[in-house]
């Protein structure tokens, strides 16, 4: 099983930044998909997530209005768009696959760095 996260970098305040997380190894069109990002010291916090088909969507009141959250079940590939980011953005982001009753897979995370 694997979930590999691309598409951080290093970004100035207001453009935007594409994540991507290609999985392999599990049933990913059964999956809900997350993404989750974390700063040093704290928990990781929820930013968006989308149901099995794509059809339901989930944001963090941080990410309205902002992020969309999509996947493509054909390349097994969820994406994370980040539009008008902002410094606060900064954090280490990760793509998450839960299923009830299965284990959680988690990726190995993308940095994001927002310059004001």
């Known amino acids: 099983v694997q979930l590999v996260e691309s598409g951080g970098g290093l970004v100035h305040s207001g453009e935007s930044l594409n994540l991507s997380c290609t999985a392999s190894g599990f049933a990913f069109s059964n999956y809900i998909m997350s993404w989750y990002r974390q700063t040093p010291g704290t928990l990781r916090d929820l930013v968006a997530a989308i149901s099995p088909s794509g059809g339901s969507t989930n944001y963090a009141d941080a990410a309205k209005g902002r992020f969309t959250i999509s996947r493509d079940n054909a390349k097994n590939t969820v994406y994370l768009q980040m539009n008008s980011v902002k410094p606060e953005d900064t954090a280490v982001y990760y793509c998450?696959?839960?299923?009830?009753?299965?284990?959680?897979?988690w990726g190995q995370g993308t940095q994001v760095t927002v310059s004001s």
């Open positions: 998450k696959g839960a299923q009830n009753g299965r284990p959680v897979y």
